[in-house]
């Protein structure tokens, strides 16, 4: 345990900001961590993050270490496409996440991997073993996982050069006039919120998300494919935004689209197209949608699509 006496530079500053002022830990959100573990004292009392610290105060804390996370292998139900020697095509749900972090320790897809899998490419990466790329909590569909680091090569070097080809499905806000679209916006951090993303001409990376209609509905809805050239992080989320048509369900971006529909955002990677690392010959997988998006889409066709 490590030992802090509030001095009058400290005075009147938050816990949270007072401790990782004084080193205690390497961000602040390490340091709210301890402090909501019960392992942060003043005056031998808990207090919580947002307490004004004073003169004199006593504060006893648990020093921080950055251990190596160990992600154990957990018993959750994974939907198999495809699996050999090389590779599985997994059906990941919505809600579950690919890998740890960002307040999510166990219950994700790796967990799930690590159970069903002795070995997985990259194994020495505790987070992110096998995984050549990822798809959002809420989004569901197809994604590869490679089992060996030759298969993880193979196909990185696919996503790399846009010879991996990953589809989606969405129901979005509003009629779209055109069939077919290209929106070419690089994607940044938004400055205004930090778990968003948005289009930033400035500081984002180079994205670039296709899209063609598939119906329109009379509601103001539109179903479309879309098909990604880059991966961004919620890449045609933030693309679909900024044109004015956000995902339906979106709880992140768009205004009202959760008033359509409250379950979750209607994303779907329906197929997943590239060449298998041993044979090299081009396979394609498809996954159908999810029950609750297409009862939804069966719902509208019955008020009549336009």
Known sequence: MAKLVVDEKLAGKRLDEALFSSGAAPSRSKVQALIKEGKVLVNDKAETSHYKV????????????????????????????????????????????????????DGTLVNALKFHEDSLANDDDPVRPGLVHRIDKDTSGLLVVAKNDAALEYLSSQLSDHTMHREYMALVMGLIDEED??????????????TKFAVNTYNGREAITFFHVEKRYKENLTLISCRLLTGRTHQIRVHLDFIHHPLVGDPLYGAGNENVYKKGQLLHAYRLTFLHPRTHEEVSFEAPLPDYFSEL??????KQGV
Request: glycine fraction near 8%.
């Open 297 to 302: 889409l069966s719902t509208l066709h019955e």
């Open 181 to 194: 679209g290209k929106i070419d916006a690089p994607i940044g951090r938004d400055p205004k919120s930090p």
């Open 54 to 105: 004073r003169l004199a105060d006593i504060i006893i804390y648990q020093e921080y270490t950055n251990k190596p996370l160990e992600v154990e292998g957990q018993d959750i139900p994974l939907n198999i496409v495809y699996e050999d020697d090389d590779i599985l095509v997994i059906n990941k749900p919505a809600g579950l996440v690919v890998h740890p972090g960002n307040g999510h320790s």
